[in-house]
């Protein structure tokens, strides 16, 4: 702690821009600004870099972005001199890709770690932000810049008896660094969102018993995993300049895209042929690299979503489990699409239990297990897979004040509203590194990440170029904004469903589709066009 102090304290009180964050976003930000010349300060509340992947240390936490795309695409020297082991990394091995960049562009000793970032104000005199961490220092700075994550705000379920439970219980987004021995437990599985779709059949396989508690059945796609030959490694390094480019202006950021036909216009036979090819390649190409009417027309849905139920029918031994796990009443893939290794295979175990809540509600967490309407789980250990306050959460849980004391969390009462999804109007010279509003969440978020962390470096050098101090949105662009996202949700069936997408995972937050959905390149262009008609929506000064 002494250090720790002496460090903040040898460090500049005023600097051009601070960034919340080591992740993939905070890492890239404070290398480009760094490079831009720009003076800084990096918070971080974990005590190293990696943000997700330091975080997610669950068994089964994996990538489901083919490795050679989820990692920096702006240096060649990380691609060459990185290779990564298979086609999907596992957590260690991002962390240690992450750990591999920062030592490699030296961006550790920009960080201030185990330091959270309590509030932020923007000061109206000096047109700057007072930024206040939980020890108390204020910084003052330029531009302010979070690179607070997606999925960085763990939320713990609303049960009640929740702190009443005397076993071990984890959250898999704080999932301690020690690890966790499942070794003789019983162990309870809440929530089979893609956290807990990775961690089951892991904790399947160590533990004496575990009862996996389904509020929604889910669907999932195989990963099929594999390690990646030396040839294979090769070639993508000898491409990976071209494969970037390509993914820069797909749908979802990856390096395969829709097709241009739709499944209704094909013959039944070809559609269901095509996604049994896919289905065997694995990966999210068996939905985000089909045909095009699959997240708009509920018949096509409908046809992707009956091919998962009757593999889960052939995987699932016991009909009425099988039953019980088949998704039902929502399209596949309105919510986050997991991919799993040996999921559905994990309920014909003889030590695992399925509990379907929608029959047998959890009525409360007790000393010794949960009790359901049906009967008492005796349990050692809970592990709570229940996600995120996404896209939001990590924002609103900084009090950010912008013009006029504005609260950020005030703004946003009844849903986020930004310009791009990276700014918001009365908080000037904020930039939010895939903010609600943007692509972000749906797709290869490095990709997302790149194109942000450029545009808010390039739009900070034309306010310099300006001699001007301070950017932000007008409060027309921004509501022109918000209805552009919010049209082109209502064009697809993600607003039809109870989903973190749309916060429904969260009491009381409201009901709005978070992402912007249009596609990485087309939002990619936007952005682009309005950087060339000299930040247009925006007011310079
Ligand atoms: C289990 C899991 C699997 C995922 N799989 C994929 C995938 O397959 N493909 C994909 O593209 N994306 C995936 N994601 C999304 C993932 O979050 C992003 O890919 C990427 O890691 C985001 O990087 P980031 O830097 O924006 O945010 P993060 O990695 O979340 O980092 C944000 C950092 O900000 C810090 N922070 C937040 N608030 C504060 C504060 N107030 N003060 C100080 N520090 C703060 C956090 O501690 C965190 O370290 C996954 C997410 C999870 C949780």
Not at 201 to 225: K, L, M
Request: proline content about 6%; some cysteine; aromatic content about 10%.
């Amino acid at each position: 702690m002494a250090g720790a102090q002496q460090a903040q304290s040898s460090r500049p009180q005023e600097v051009d821009v601070v960034v919340i964050g080591a992740g993939f976003a905070g890492l890239h930000a404070v290398h480009r600004f760094r490079e831009m010349g720009l003076s800084l300060r990096a918070f971080e509340q974990g005590s190293g870099v990696g943000g997700t992947w330091y975080w997610n240390r669950y068994p089964g936490a994996s990538s489901d972005s083919e490795s050679w795309v989820y990692s920096f695409a702006f240096s060649p020297e990380l691609e060459q001199e990185w290779t990564w082991s298979k086609r999907f990394p596992e957590q260690p091995e991002i962390l240690a890709y992450l750990e591999f960049a920062a030592q490699r562009l030296d961006l550790k000793r920009e960080f201030d770690f185990d330091t959270r970032v309590s509030a932020a104000r923007f000061d109206e005199n000096t047109l700057g932000w007072q930024v206040t961490t939980e020890h108390g220092e204020t910084v003052r700075s330029r531009y302010l810049v979070t690179a607070v994550g997606c999925l960085s705000a763990a939320q713990l379920p609303a049960i009640p008896g929740r702190d009443d439970f005397t076993g071990e219980a984890y959250h898999t987004g704080q999932w301690p660094h020690a690890g966790v021995d499942f070794g003789g437990k019983r162990v309870g599985v809440i929530g089979t969102g893609s956290s807990g779709i990775q961690a089951i059949p892991i904790i399947a396989a160590a533990a004496t018993e575990v009862v996996v508690f389904q509020r929604t059945p889910n669907f999932s796609v195989p990963a099929r995993n594999h390690a990646l030959s030396p040839k294979r490694v090769a070639e993508l390094k000898q491409n990976i300049r071209e494969i970037r480019e390509a993914c820069r202006w797909t749908s979802i950021g990856q390096p395969y895209d829709l097709r241009d036909q739709a499944a209704l216009d094909r013959p039944r036979e070809e559609v269901l042929a095509q996604m049994e090819a896919d289905w065997q390649k694995g990966g999210f190409e068996w939905m985000f690299g089909s045909y095009n009417d699959l997240l708009v027309d509920p018949r096509a849905n409908d046809i992707a979503a009956d091919f998962v139920r009757d593999k889960i029918r052939g995987i699932v031994k016991d009909p009425e489990t099988a039953r019980r796990l088949i998704p039902t009443g929502y399209p596949i893939a309105t919510k986050r699409l997991p991919l799993d290794q040996g999921y559905f295979e994990t309920f014909n175990r003889d030590n695992v239990t399925l509990v379907d809540l929608r029959e047998t509600p959890i009525e409360r967490i007790v000393a010794d297990g949960v009790r359901t309407s049906g009967k008492t789980f005796e349990l050692d250990m809970l592990v709570f897979a229940t996600g995120f306050d996404a896209l939001t959460g990590p924002l609103n849980r900084i009090e950010i004040r912008g013009r006029n004391d504005q609260l950020l969390r005030e703004k946003w009462s009844e849903g986020p509203r930004t310009y791009l999804g990276v700014t918001t109007a009365g908080f000037p010279n904020l930039f939010m590194i895939t903010g609600p509003g943007s692509p972000s969440v749906l797709g290869n978020m490095p990709t997302s990440i790149e194109q942000h962390v450029d545009w808010i470096a390039e739009c900070m050098d034309f306010v310099r170029r300006q001699g001007s101090s301070l950017i932000e949105p007008s409060a027309d662009a921004e509501s022109q904004w918000c209805a552009h996202v919010k049209e082109l949700a209502d064009g697809t069936l993600f607003p039809q469903v109870d989903s973190w997408y749309m916060g429904a995972n969260v009491p009381g937050k409201p009901r709005v589709f978070l992402p912007y959905i249009g596609g990485f390149g087309t939002y990619r262009q936007l952005c682009s066009d309005v950087a060339a008609r000299d930040y247009e929506g925006f007011e310079v000064r």
